[in-house]
């Protein structure tokens, strides 16, 4: 295809269509105008990019062609409405769709921390050797209650998102690699284990479940859905599948920044529950029970509304049209 004959034979109508983005309110003839102009600039972009696929020319049809589409539909109606199908529609299905990287790393978690408290208790010399009598006695008696009533629950509720939305990111970051990722959920499990035998063995257990339960039901699903998309990721490159490794991993590159969206958000509840909920003067069986409304609250999130969205198409990447603009950009 001749590019300059093209070009010259549909500037008309693009110039047109950028009139028609830029200019005041318009009236009803120019709002079809506009309409039918972004239509045929839309094709025009069709056939550049598969037939001249000149970056330059691309870049601004498709940068146009946003601009048009945002004056159409309204920028304020379509950021809200984006905001809105994030969470109905991005989030919860690429939780689903990635339902069995993130349950596989929960169970495997959760299998190895119940084995590491049992061997600790059959083993109770180990516990010497991690920590004095003294610090021993500071944990249990002090360190462990004291935790949660430190700081004003307000600063603590933000140091606590702070901390663990750094832990999700970092395994969500080095997630490419495949081994920092169990070496971070190792880390993470080793404390909980060690923490649970030394109060467990000083007749403290029911204290430590009561304090950990109601925010970290859902703290840790977080910090398991961070590792399985990690790993996900690792896997995106080592078996593409039908897609090239650079497809793969940018489509799962894309879908780990939605997770990690979403968990931010998610994290801001369980730093809620952990700094005003698991302190205060509750029974012990309504702070635990918050804790686990809180957790069913999120499986039914993902195994319901991520189920629909899933199966209408969502997958937790970005919508085709905003990637043809990105690539036609970057291009």
Same mark, same amino acid.
């Given at each position: 295809?001749?590019?300059?004959?093209?070009?010259?034979?549909?500037?008309?109508?693009?110039?047109?269509?950028?009139?028609?983005?830029?200019?005041?309110?318009?009236?009803?003839?120019?709002?079809?105008?506009?309409?039918?102009?972004?239509?045929?600039?839309?094709?025009?972009?069709?056939? &550049?990019?598969?037939?001249?696929?000149?970056?330059?020319?691309?870049?601004?049809?498709?940068?146009?062609?946003?601009?048009?589409?945002?004056?159409?539909?309204?920028?304020?109606?379509?950021?809200?409405?984006?905001?809105?199908?994030?969470?109905?529609?991005?989030?919860?299905?690429?939780?689903?769709?990635?339902?069995?990287?993130?349950?596989?790393?929960?169970?495997?978690?959760?299998?190895?921390?119940?084995?590491?408290?049992?061997?600790?208790?059959?083993?109770?010399?180990?516990?010497?050797?991690?920590?004095?009598?003294?610090?021993?006695? +500071?944990?249990?008696?002090?360190?462990?209650?004291?935790?949660?009533?430190?700081?004003?629950?307000?600063? /603590?509720?933000?140091?606590?998102?702070?901390?663990?939305?750094?832990?999700?990111?970092?395994?969500?970051?080095?997630?490419?690699?495949?081994? #920092?990722?169990?070496?971070?959920?190792?880390?993470?499990?080793?404390?909980?284990?060690?923490?649970?035998?030394?109060?467990?063995?000083?007749?403290?257990?029911?204290? /430590?479940?009561?304090?950990?339960?109601?925010?970290?039901?859902?703290?840790?699903?977080?910090?398991?859905? &961070?590792?399985?998309?990690?790993?996900?990721?690792?896997?995106?490159?080592?078996? #593409?599948?039908?897609?090239?490794?650079? +497809?793969?991993?940018?489509?799962?590159?894309?879908?780990?920044?939605?997770?990690?969206?979403?968990?931010?958000?998610?994290?801001? @509840?369980?730093?809620?529950?952990?700094?005003? @909920?698991?302190?205060?003067?509750?029974?012990?069986?309504?702070?635990?029970?918050?804790?686990?409304?809180?957790?069913?609250?999120?499986?039914?999130?993902?195994?319901?509304?991520?189920?629909? &969205?899933?199966?209408?198409?969502?997958?937790?990447?970005?919508? &085709?049209?905003?990637?043809?603009?990105?690539?036609?950009?970057?291009?």
């Amino acid at each position: 295809m001749d590019l300059d004959a093209y070009v010259l034979a549909h500037a008309h109508e693009w110039q047109r269509l950028d009139q028609l983005v830029h200019a005041g309110k318009l009236s009803g003839p120019e709002s079809d105008e506009l309409v039918l102009l972004y239509a045929q600039v839309a094709t025009h972009l069709s056939v &550049a990019r598969t037939s001249a696929p000149d970056p330059s020319l691309v870049a601004h049809l498709s940068s146009l062609l946003a601009k048009a589409r945002n004056r159409a539909v309204g920028s304020r109606v379509s950021s809200w409405r984006g905001f809105a199908a994030f969470f109905t529609e991005r989030f919860p299905a690429a939780l689903y769709r990635l339902r069995w990287w993130w349950l596989g790393t929960l169970a495997g978690n959760v299998v190895v921390t119940a084995v590491m408290i049992l061997w600790l208790l059959d083993h109770p010399n180990v516990e010497q050797t991690l920590l004095t009598p003294d610090e021993i006695d +500071q944990l249990v008696n002090h360190d462990i209650e004291d935790y949660y009533s430190t700081y004003a629950a307000s600063h /603590f509720a933000l140091q606590v998102w702070i901390n663990n939305s750094w832990v999700t990111a970092l395994c969500i970051a080095f997630g490419i690699l495949g081994f #920092p990722v169990i070496y971070l959920m190792f880390n993470n499990i080793q404390n909980v284990a060690i923490l649970a035998t030394v109060m467990i063995r000083h007749d403290r257990g029911e204290l /430590f479940w009561g304090l950990i339960l109601p925010h970290g039901l859902l703290e840790l699903t977080c910090v398991f859905i &961070a590792g399985g998309m990690g790993l996900r990721l690792f896997w995106s490159w080592i078996e #593409p599948g039908q897609l090239t490794r650079t +497809q793969s991993i940018a489509r799962e590159g894309r879908t780990a920044g939605t997770v990690s969206l979403g968990l931010a958000c998610l994290l801001m @509840v369980s730093g809620f529950i952990e700094a005003f @909920v698991t302190p205060s003067g509750l029974p012990t069986w309504v702070r635990i029970g918050i804790g686990l409304t809180a957790e069913l609250a999120l499986f039914a999130y993902v195994f319901v509304l991520g189920r629909e &969205a899933h199966h209408r198409g969502a997958t937790g990447d970005l919508d &085709a049209r905003y990637l043809e603009d990105r690539v036609a950009t970057q291009a």
